[in-house]
């Protein structure tokens, strides 16, 4: 059997994933997940992110995404590629690089081994406006959702696009409708199958 196709969407918080994974899921009829998930250090991530419990330092904070992303793995992603399924996934290994650099950890620090996507779609938008999204979500604002921090993490995201060893990277203006964004991602995804 063909293993899957892996997709992930990644950005700062308010650029528009999940509204793109609803959309692409269907026409893919992908199986959508996301980091972090509510499971062990997901769920360890989640109460920090919410104010719940105090933040570590940035290396293991960082740290408890990529043991999160170990069980997403073992547990979702990899039995649903080798079952056939496609698999789009909200924020992944990139995130880990761009958030924990933007607050001072070494890259060297943040390596771990996973499998590469066959393509990431960058949603890419200016913090301010990620934050006047994130405004009307009729909710608190969690762990990183504030215009600096979210702007450094963007600079980060920006950089590390550049960099090969994440695999092919698609940097999208997410100040784009989503229908827009769709058609570009469609487009990608047509020539590369």
Known sequence: MQSGKFIVLEGIDGCGKTTVA??????LKALVTREPTSIGAGRKIHNILRHRVKAPSPLEFQKLYIADRGEHLKRVITPALAQGKNVICQRYSLSTFAFGMAFGVAYDDLKHRVPKPDVTFLLDLPAKEAMKRIAKRNRSNEYFEKTKKLEKVRRQYRLLAKRKEFGEIVVL?????PRMLISQIDAVLSRRS
Do not use: E, F, G
Request: glycine share 0%.
């Open 22 to 27: 609803k959309l692409l899921a269907p026409r």
């Open 173 to 177: 203006n997410a100040l784009q409708t």
